[in-house]
C-alpha cells in the first residue's frame, strides 16, 4: 500500500518517466486502482527517476496483471526486470504463471529462472533457421495470399519452438523472408480482400500452424481452464491492508480446506445469486454461462441462490420468472436456496462477531455515517462495550428500537484507502414482512454481510461475479476471516455491457413502469424475456456470450451486431422459409384465367431436395398477386432489380411477369395496380428476383398477418451516459404493419414458431396472436454488419 504525502511527486510525471506515452498515463491515472498498483511497482523498483520505454511497458503489465495470491513475491520480479534478466513478455507471462501457482509459498530461484527463461538468449541463426522452415513449409499458401498472409499465425508458429525469442528479432526476421519471397507490395496488395463466398474458400489452404492466436485459443476452446480446482484452495486469496495493523494475508488453513473437501468431495460448487428485485437481462446470461458453466464443466453443482435480503423490493413474480428464466436458458439448478434460509445462521454469526469485538451497535442516521465515512471519523459508538452491544442487538432482533434508531456495523477500519472498509453495515431493522420468511423478522442483513457467509456455509469453491464487486474483496474476506469461517476462491469479471440499450434495474423498471415500453418482456429490452419474445435462442444467447469469453477487461462495450450474428447463425439453419409481403402492391396478370389456381411448390429451405417433400410447402399462384411496393418503380435503372413499366422480374418459385400496364390514383402519382404478363414458359430471364403471395381464391384476400418491426431502443451506442438519456430513446423502434399478406401455410403457425421471411429477415410468432390474426415480431433482418468486419 502506498501513501503519498503533499510532496510527493504526481502520478502523471511518474509515469511519463518510466516512458508511457500521455494518453496512456491520462488514462491510467482516471483509474484510481491501477494508478495506486503502479505508483506502488515504481516505488518498488527504484525507478522513480525514470527508465526505458521496453522496462516502462513491463512496470505497467506488473501492476495490472500481478497475480493477487502471491504479491509477497513482486519485488524479486521487479527486480529480474530491472536487471534485463525478464525482457520480454513472454517471460512476464511465465512469470504470472509461476507466481499464481504457488502463491504466498516459498520457492526455489533456479525453478522460477527456468520457467521464465531467465539467462537464455536464443540465437539469431536458430529464428532465422525456423522462420525459412516455417516459410518452406507454407510457401503456395503465401504467395497465393501475398501480403494478406496472416503474419500473426506465423510468428506464433516462431513462438512455439522459441518461447524466449526477442519478439522485434522474430518480427524483424518474418518481415525480411516476406519481402524477399514477395517483392515490392503492389496495388493489389493494398485492397482490402473480397467477401465473395467462392473466393472464402481459400481459407481451408490456410497456414499450416494456428488459426487462432496463440495466447488465447487455449481458452477459446475451454474458457473455464482460468479457474484453479478446488483442493487448491489453500493459496493466498488476497492481501488486506490495514492502518493500524499488519497486513492481512487470506487463505484457508490445511484442515479447514480438507474439511471442505470431505464435504463436497472435493468437486466444484458455485452460485448464480441474483436478487428477486427485477427481471433478469443479457448481463445475468453471462453471470449464469460463468457460474453454471464452470460447475458443468468440472461435473459439480451450482445453486440458485435468492439474495432475498431487502424485503421492500422483492416480489413472487420476480422469484418466480426467475426460476423459469434460469431453466429455459438451458442451466439445472443443483439446489434452489434463499439467503433468508440462513436467517437464523447469519444472526448467530452476527451475535459471534459482537463477541469477538469486531461489530458493534451504532446510532448514526444515514447522513452522519456518510459525513463520517468521507471525513474518515469513528462512529461515537465505535468502543462501546461488548455487552452493551450484544444487549441492543437483541433488541433489535425483538424489535424493541424504532426502524432508524439503530445498525449493526463490522468493525473493520476507517483509516483504510478502501472505501467498502468503512465499517459496513451488517444489520438494519425494517418492520416489513418477507416474501419468502414471513414476519419473523424485523431485522435484515446486509448483502456484504450475507453474501460471503452463505457462500461459506453452503460450500461454495468459487465466488464469481462482476469487477464493481472488486473492491469488496478486501471486506469479504476480511468478515469470514474474523468468523473462523472457509474461505471459497473469489474472481470477478468484466460484465457485459452491450449497445444502444440500458441494463441498470433502475432505469430498466423506469422504462416498465412509466410506460415507455410494453413491460419486462418487450421485445426492444435486453431482458432475457424480452430477447425471448423477440425470438432470440436461449442456444444463441450462450453461444454469444461464450465468444465473448470470460475476461477482465473493463468498461468494454459490445456492439449489439455481435449479438445478432449469433442468433442469426442459429436461425439461418432452425428457421423454415416463407413469404411475406409487408406493404402489398396488387398485381393483376392479365394473360392468367380468372378463377384459375395453380399450386406450386416453395422451398423452406435453399438446399431442399427434390425427393424430401417436408421441405417444401405449397403456394398458390393465381391472377392476382401481391408485391411490396418498394419493389415496384416508374422509372428504372441499371442498378435496380425490380420491377418497372416494360420491365421483367422472377416471382420466386414462379415464373417471369413483365409489366405492361400501370394505374394510377386521381392524383396522378401514387401507383394502385400494376398490370403484367406471365411467361409460362419461363423462357424469360430476368435478373430480379421478388417475393410475393397470391389470392387462394378468385376474391379471397391472402392471409392478413399483424407485422412488429423491431429496433435498436436508443440512437445512442451508450445511452446510459447520458444526462438526458429518455431522449434518446428511438422513435422508430417500433413499427407496426397491421396489413401484411402472408401464404396460406403460416395459418397454423404457433406461439413461438421461428420463420424467416424471404428478403425481409427472421420473425416469430408473438403471444398476441389470435385465432383471428397471427402477429410477428421481427427477431432480426437479414443484414449482418458483423460477420463482415464487426468482429
Not at 502471491?70 to 534485463?84: D, E, F, K, M
Not at 504466498?104 to 521464465?116: A, D, G, I, P
Not at 432505469?507 to 418482456?521: A, S, Y
Not at 465468444?547 to 477487461?553: K, N, W
Request: aromatic share 10%; charged share 30%; hydrophobic share 35%.
Amino acid at each position: 500500500m502506498v501513501v503519498e504525502d503533499d510532496n510527493s511527486e504526481k502520478p502523471l510525471d511518474l509515469f511519463l518517466k518510466i516512458g508511457l506515452d500521455e494518453r496512456t498515463a491520462r488514462n491510467t491515472i482516471a483509474n484510481n486502482k491501477v494508478t495506486a498498483n503502479l505508483t506502488a511497482v515504481i516505488h518498488e523498483a527504484a525507478l522513480t527517476n525514470g527508465c526505458n520505454r521496453t522496462v516502462g511497458n513491463l512496470l505497467y503489465t506488473v501492476a495490472t496483471k500481478f497475480p493477487a495470491n502471491a504479491l509477497v513475491h513482486r519485488p524479486t520480479l521487479l527486480q529480474y526486470i530491472v536487471s534485463s534478466k525478464i525482457k520480454t513478455p513472454a517471460q512476464l507471462e511465465a512469470a504470472f504463471s509461476f507466481y499464481s501457482s504457488i502463491g504466498s509459498e516459498n520457492f526455489e530461484l533456479k525453478e522460477f529462472e527456468e520457467s521464465c527463461g531467465v539467462g537464455i538468449d536464443v540465437p539469431i541463426e536458430d529464428i532465422e533457421r525456423t522462420v525459412n522452415e516455417i516459410f518452406e513449409e507454407n510457401k503456395n499458401v503465401i504467395l497465393g495470399q501475398r501480403y494478406q498472409t496472416n503474419v500473426g499465425d506465423l510468428f506464433g508458429h516462431v513462438r512455439k519452438s522459441h518461447p524466449w525469442a526477442d519478439p522485434k528479432i522474430v518480427k524483424q526476421l518474418i518481415d525480411v523472408k516476406l519481402y524477399g519471397l514477395l517483392g515490392e507490395k503492389t496495388a493489389a496488395d493494398d485492397e482490402k480482400p473480397s467477401r465473395k463466398k467462392k473466393e472464402k474458400q481459400a481459407k481451408s489452404e490456410s497456414i499450416a500452424v494456428d488459426t487462432h492466436p496463440p495466447p488465447t485459443s487455449e481458452e477459446e476452446l475451454n474458457p473455464f481452464l482460468i479457474f484453479p480446482q478446488p483442493e487448491e484452495n489453500f493459496k493466498v486469496h488476497t492481501e488486506i491492508f490495514f492502518s493500524d495493523r499488519p497486513v492481512l494475508r487470506v487463505c484457508n488453513t490445511r484442515e479447514m480446506l480438507e474439511k471442505h473437501l470431505k464435504a463436497t468431495g472435493g468437486r466444484v460448487f458455485t452460485r448464480f445469486p441474483p436478487e428477486p428485485n427485477g427481471y433478469l437481462h443479457i448481463g445475468h446470461a453471462k453471470a449464469m454461462f460463468v457460474s453454471f458453466g464452470l460447475a458443468k464443466e468440472r461435473d459439480g453443482c451450482c445453486y440458485l441462490r435468492y439474495d432475498d435480503t431487502n424485503p421492500e423490493a422483492e416480489k413472487k413474480e420476480y422469484i418466480d420468472h426467475i426460476d423459469e428464466i434460469v431453466r429455459w436458458m438451458g442451466w439445472e439448478p443443483f439446489k434452489v436456496t434463499y439467503t433468508s434460509d440462513y436467517f437464523q445462521d447469519l444472526y448467530d454469526l452476527a451475535v459471534e462477531l459482537i463477541r469477538r469485538n469486531h461489530a458493534y451497535v451504532d446510532h448514526q442516521t444515514p447522513e452522519e455515517i456518510k459525513e463520517y465515512r468521507e471525513k474518515k471519523m469513528n462512529s461515537p459508538w465505535r468502543d462501546r462495550p461488548i455487552a452493551e452491544s450484544l444487549e441492543l442487538f437483541d433488541q433489535m432482533r425483538r424489535g424493541m428500537i424504532e426502524e432508524g434508531k439503530a445498525t449493526l456495523r463490522m468493525k473493520q477500519d476507517m483509516q483504510s484507502d478502501n472505501y467498502n472498509m468503512y465499517d459496513l453495515i451488517a444489520y438494519r431493522i425494517k418492520f416489513t414482512p418477507h416474501p419468502h420468511s414471513g414476519d419473523k423478522w424485523c431485522i435484515y442483513p446486509s448483502y456484504d454481510y450475507s453474501h460471503c457467509i452463505v457462500d461459506s456455509l453452503e460450500n461454495i469453491t468459487h465466488s464469481l461475479c462482476t469487477l464493481e464487486f472488486e473492491t469488496r474483496r478486501a471486506s469479504y474476506y476480511w468478515l469470514i476471516d474474523a468468523l473462523g469461517l472457509y474461505q471459497p476462491y473469489v474472481w470477478e469479471y468484466s460484465r457485459l455491457n452491450v449497445t444502444n440499450t440500458v441494463m441498470s434495474k433502475r432505469k430498466l423498471n423506469r422504462l416498465v413502469t412509466e410506460r415507455w415500453v410494453d413491460g419486462w418482456d418487450d421485445p426492444r429490452l435486453m431482458t432475457l424475456a424480452g430477447l425471448r419474445r423477440r425470438g432470440v435462442t436461449s442456444t444463441s444467447i450462450n453461444a454469444f456470450v461464450r465468444g465473448i469469453g470470460i475476461t477482465r477487461s473493463d468498461s468494454s462495450m459490445i456492439r449489439l451486431d455481435r449479438l445478432e450474428f449469433h442468433i442469426r447463425e442459429e436461425l439461418n439453419k432452425t428457421a423454415p422459409r416463407m413469404m411475406v409481403v409487408l406493404h402489398p402492391l396488387k398485381v393483376v396478370i392479365t394473360n392468367l384465367e380468372v378463377g384459375s389456381t395453380m399450386d406450386l411448390d416453395a422451398k423452406k429451405w435453399p438446399d431442399a431436395q427434390i425427393e424430401d417433400s417436408s421441405s417444401f410447402y405449397k403456394v398458390p399462384f393465381s391472377n392476382i398477386v401481391y408485391i411490396e411496393h418498394t419493389d415496384f418503380r416508374m422509372k428504372d435503372s441499371k442498378d435496380y432489380y425490380g420491377l418497372a413499366p416494360g420491365k421483367s422480374v422472377l416471382l420466386r418459385y414462379a415464373f417471369p411477369i413483365k409489366c405492361t400496364e400501370v394505374i394510377l390514383s386521381d392524383d396522378k402519382e401514387t401507383v394502385v395496380e400494376v398490370w403484367a404478363e406471365f411467361d409460362p414458359s419461363k423462357k424469360t430471364k430476368p435478373k430480379g428476383v421478388l417475393h410475393w403471395v397470391a389470392e387462394p381464391s378468385p376474391g379471397i384476400d391472402p392471409l392478413k398477418v399483424e407485422v412488429r418491426l423491431f429496433d435498436k431502443l436508443f440512437l445512442s451506442e451508450n445511452p446510459a451516459e447520458l444526462d438526458n438519456w429518455l431522449a434518446d430513446l428511438n422513435p422508430e423502434s417500433k413499427v407496426v404493419i397491421p396489413g401484411a399478406y402472408a401464404v396460406p401455410s403460416l395459418r397454423t403457425a404457433a406461439v413461438g414458431d421461428r420463420f424467416q421471411f424471404e428478403r425481409l429477415g427472421y420473425f416469430v410468432v408473438d403471444k398476441d396472436s389470435t385465432s383471428e390474426k397471427l402477429v410477428f415480431n421481427r427477431t432480426v433482418t437479414l443484414r449482418d454488419s458483423y460477420s463482415k468486419g464487426g468482429k
